[in-house]
């Protein structure tokens, strides 16, 4: 069953950003993208494949900082 995870990016100022975080996201195993936009992203993703710490993380390796909108 996938859930709907909306994120609020900082450090995102520009499209190379926005294509640098579409590339760490879409890795993330489970991950189905909606949109990636400079500041927010919002997916579906499976929680057995993968957890919001995990899809954080991966934007976290990358230079930036999510958070989980609710």
């Known amino acids: ?4 995870l909306t ?3 900082e450090g995102m100022h520009c499209g190379a950003c926005v294509g640098r975080a579409t590339t760490a996201l879409q890795r993330v195993e489970g991950v189905e993208l909606d949109f ?3 500041g927010s992203a919002k997916m579906k993703f499976d ?4 957890s919001t710490e995990e ?5 976290h390796r990358i230079g930036f900082t999510a958070h989980v909108k609710k």
């Open 55 to 59: 899809i954080a993380g991966a934007l």
């Open 47 to 50: 929680p057995e494949q993968a």
């Open 1 to 4: 069953m996938q859930e709907t």
């Open 7 to 9: 994120l609020s990016i």
């Open 36 to 38: 990636v936009d400079v």
